[in-house]
């Protein structure tokens, strides 16, 4: 990024510099339409590759809709000055979960009021607290249904209600104000996540007649496989979930809930957890997938530090190349080719601070 | 907009009249630009018994001293000796009308007691003047850290075409040999002719001598319980405590002059500018060209230097993020924030107390602050109180002042949100008419 560069979007040919910083400064602003934002896509679409698209992520807001406490709904304006920055614009932006603290009717309207805000097409994925007081009744009355799919440019995506509770029941739309009970991550009263026999037949159902050659994204907000039961990154079908996935080529699973990135490959199925808005967690005691790359420990004076949005590029082969976009530090991308090397190609940075 | 912007003119013009050359008495001659003449200037600072650079400032911990001092440019006499001279030498501007002394004012605490400082013909820029007290614990230089060190950073207002205006640093170096004073001064600090680099190295140590650490603050904390009166005490327990000004504004034996030398958006003025537009503007004008004079350019001529830190690195987080400033010696160095829109210390504790002015990119640690009249009036005399013995005369002065405006004009009081009885960020979201809900 140093050094001159072409000029993008403007033919100023014979301009000189101070001439041109004269034009700038008379406050010409009608020059600056291009691809000139701090997003701007390192590699923009190349002709004859047109189907290499991105979409970006939010994830994990965490509102409570308390003006006492507003961190958490300035870092959800934050991400969505961020998107809305993004230059060229996402296809879409997935919201990954937990809009809401305590899933309050209150803090979803006012989430699903803040992504009103957001320019290109949002794609909701439930979480395991925008489903804490109802079952996620509030939730499907505001965004839908929350397992769905559709096709864009090629790739199948795939929404799943990854958070659902073992014993939960068949149907959760039956089981209004059932879920109960500490917020705590930890406590093990909770049951376990799972996608759920119902949850399944429609993922299998979703993917019916793709071919196994379309790349497949799949939108979770608990991640598919299982690394720590304590604070519920953990799903307890995952494996027969996964057989679901394992027939196709290139499967990428993108989920939120652990509030930092972590990276994982099994089989041909790749696992990518995204950055929060509300705050960063640390590193689970166990299960850290070895796909993950070290992170510095984040600044606990600076509360945006370890937080931040991500965005997804798709190439036209179906490679997905997922970048992290902290708020205190340089992006970080974790490319497809490092997930199918086993991570010898591509080494992301390494931390500068000790971790947990 | 025009609005804001009227009320932003009027209240420019009003600081400047309030505060133009407060520090200084009535019956002061002004020189060139507005500033105190250059012979008042060194009178006074012979005064203010300043180090000849035989031996490291008082009031500093030699550890810190040590770790501040630059491989090559080991403090020495001679050393800064050619650098106060070369301070207030206006022959080094094109038109001989600026030195550094014209907006680093002696007699106005190292400052020029405006909001923006003026340079050659009479050129208004956009930032605020930061004292030049201190500076041996303060890098990178600049409200945007534009510059590594001091030594870089004091050759580049020479050549700014808005402050001393020079074509080129050769222009100033063939400027210093035909000076006849000058090859001699060189050679004997540096052993060898004037260059830019030493230029540079010779400002930053005598600039390093400017060391104002002696305030009832520091006789306070070394033991002497009556240095402090009650009401600065409980100011300095809300610095530290409630009013979280520590967290960037660390007082300790690391952080001797109270900046963590890292930069925050703390929405100063936020309110007035559109960051977005102003961030492609700005990458646009950094495709073409960024050197260090490019960027000192749009700093200090363009509304693009309302992005800040962000200029610099050109890194999302950094959009509207200045440098914290030293709290050391505040009482005497108004009006405040990079654009000096400020007043007094009362409007900074205001700004502050209702959690900044929201925008996308505020520091995530500024949040308001529910602070009472009371506390604020504790608050402000405790930053007083950080003001050395030396410059008690100005901080009287400011004292009064700053006391007396504060009773009838606080532009940055906002109780409502202080109180968090209003979110700031809820009128990005609802209309105007209902944030209040």
């Not at chain 1, 809009?99 to 309050?104: E, I």
């Not at chain 1, 406590?187 to 949850?199: I, S």
């Not at chain 1, 640390?282 to 992170?295: A, D």
């Not at chain 2, 090859?183 to 680099?197: E, T």
Request: aromatic share 8%.
């Amino acid at each position: 990024m140093t050094g001159p560069r072409a000029p993008r979007g403007i033919d100023v040919g014979g301009v000189d510099r101070r001439a041109f910083l004269r034009v700038v400064s008379a406050g010409v602003a009608g020059l600056c339409a291009g691809g000139t934002g701090p997003f701007a896509a390192p590699d923009a679409p190349t002709p004859g590759r047109a189907d290499a698209f991105r979409f970006a992520v939010i994830a994990d807001a965490h509102l409570s809709v308390d003006p006492r406490n507003d961190r958490a709904e300035k870092a959800l304006l934050r991400a969505v000055a961020d998107v809305n920055a993004m230059d060229p614009q996402p296809d879409f932006v997935v919201f990954g979960g937990d809009l809401a603290r305590d899933g309050r009717k209150d803090a979803l309207a006012f989430g699903a009021r803040i992504l009103k805000a957001v320019k290109a097409p949002v794609r909701m994925v439930v979480g395991d607290h925008d489903r804490h007081l109802d079952g996620g009744v509030a939730w499907r009355a505001l965004f839908g249904d929350d397992a769905y799919a559709w096709t864009h440019k090629g790739v199948r995506f795939v929404v799943v209600n990854g958070v659902r509770r073992v014993g939960e029941g068949a149907s959760s739309a039956t089981r209004d104000g059932a879920i109960q009970g500490p917020l705590h991550a930890d406590d093990r009263r909770w049951a376990a996540f799972e996608v759920g026999e119902e949850g399944r037949a429609r993922l299998a159902a979703h993917l019916s007649g793709v071919t196994k050659e379309t790349p497949v994204v799949v939108l979770s907000h608990g991640p598919l496989y299982k690394l720590h039961r304590g604070w519920n990154l953990w799903t307890e079908d995952a494996e027969t979930v996964q057989a679901i996935l394992a027939p196709f080529d290139r499967v990428t699973v993108v989920h939120a809930h652990a509030h930092q990135p972590l990276a994982h490959r099994i089989g041909r199925i790749d696992f990518h957890g995204m950055l929060a808005t509300a705050f960063p967690l640390p590193r689970p005691p166990e299960g850290v997938p070895p796909l993950t790359f070290p992170i510095d420990r984040p600044n606990p004076f600076n509360p945006a530090d370890g937080c931040g949005i991500g965005w997804v590029r798709i190439a036209a082969d179906g490679t997905a190349d997922v970048t992290h976009a902290w708020w205190n530090r340089e992006p970080t991308t974790v490319t497809g080719r490092r997930m199918r090397s086993g991570g010898v190609e591509d080494p992301p940075p390494r931390a500068r601070r000790s971790s947990y | 907009m025009t609005f804001f912007r009227g009320t932003f003119g009027a209240l420019a013009v009003f600081a400047t009249s309030v505060w133009f050359g407060l520090p200084s008495t009535p019956q002061d001659a002004v020189g060139p630009h507005g500033a105190t003449p250059i012979d008042v200037q060194e009178r006074r600072l012979d005064a203010l018994r300043i180090g000849d650079g035989s031996a490291m400032p008082p009031g500093v911990d030699p550890e810190m001293w040590k770790i501040h001092q630059p491989e090559d440019n080991a403090i020495d006499p001679a050393r800064v000796a050619l650098g106060r001279k070369l301070f207030f030498d206006a022959r080094l501007s094109r038109d001989a009308s600026v030195s550094c002394a014209t907006c680093h004012d002696v007699v106005r605490g190292f400052g020029d007691a405006r909001p923006a400082s003026e340079g050659i013909d009479g050129q208004v820029g956009r930032r605020n003047a930061p004292p030049t007290m201190n500076l041996f614990a303060v890098a990178p230089a600049f409200w945007d850290g534009r510059s590594a060190t001091l030594e870089v950073q004091a050759i580049q207002p020479l050549v700014n075409p808005i402050e001393m205006g020079m074509p080129s640093h050769d222009a100033v170096v063939a400027k210093l040999k035909d000076i006849p004073e000058y090859p001699p001064l060189f050679r004997a600090a540096y052993g060898r002719d004037p260059n830019i680099a030493d230029t540079g190295r010779a400002l930053a140590a005598f600039q390093r001598m400017l060391v104002f650490l002696g305030a009832p603050f520091d006789r306070w904390r070394g033991g002497a319980a009556d240095a402090m009166s009650e009401s600065e005490r409980r100011g300095f327990a809300l610095y530290e405590g409630k009013a979280r000004c520590a967290t960037c504004h660390p007082l300790n034996a690391s952080h001797p002059v109270g900046t963590d030398n890292l930069f925050h958006n703390t929405g100063v003025s936020a309110d007035k500018r559109d960051f977005e537009k102003l961030v492609r503007k700005v990458l646009l004008a950094l495709d073409y060209g960024n050197s260090t004079a490019d960027v000192d350019h749009l700093a200090l001529a363009t509304d693009m230097g309302e992005l800040g830190r962000f200029v610099v690195t050109k890194r999302r987080h950094d959009i509207g993020a200045f440098r914290t400033p030293q709290v050391r010696n505040v009482a005497v160095t108004a009006p405040y924030m990079h654009d000096g829109s400020m007043a007094t210390l009362w409007d900074v504790v205001d700004h502050y107390n209702k959690g900044g002015i929201d925008n996308p990119f505020l520091d995530g640690g500024i949040e308001a602050l529910a602070l009472s009249e009371a506390e604020i009036d504790d608050l402000v005399a405790f930053l007083f109180a950080l003001t050395d013995d030396r410059l008690a005369g100005p901080k009287s002065k400011a004292r009064e002042a700053q006391y007396e405006r504060s009773r009838t004009v606080r532009p940055f009081r906002d109780v409502d949100a202080a109180s968090r009885r209003r979110s700031g960020f809820a009128s990005r979201v609802f209309d105007e008419k209902d944030a209040g809900k």
